[in-house]
């Protein structure tokens, strides 16, 4: 039975099922770009994570003067 290109199909019959290609590993470019996403992610927490910035004296000043005397 010829499978050609002009070949018309049997009536009352299913479709070929097509041929399905056997996909390969993922593309290094995805595998680069997730890479990088979780980089970012991982760095993202860590600089959240690190302590704020604080005063290193109170600021505080003396309210008292001698007019109260």
């Given at each position: 039975?010829?499978?050609?290109?002009?070949?018309?199909?049997?009536?009352?019959?299913?479709?070929?099922?097509?041929?399905?290609?056997?996909?390969?590993?993922m593309p290094?470019?995805?595998?680069?770009?997730?890479?990088?996403?979780?980089?970012?992610?991982?760095?993202?927490?860590?600089?959240?994570?690190?302590?704020?910035?604080?005063?290193?004296?109170?600021?505080?000043?003396?309210?008292?003067?001698?007019?109260?005397?």
């Open positions: 039975m010829p499978r050609g290109y002009t070949a018309a199909p049997n009536v009352g019959q299913k479709p070929a099922i097509p041929e399905t290609t056997a996909e390969g590993p290094r470019a995805l595998i680069f770009f997730i890479v990088i996403i979780l980089i970012l992610a991982g760095a993202l927490v860590f600089l959240s994570s690190q302590a704020r910035e604080t005063a290193t004296q109170p600021v505080e000043v003396d309210v008292t003067n001698d007019a109260g005397r």
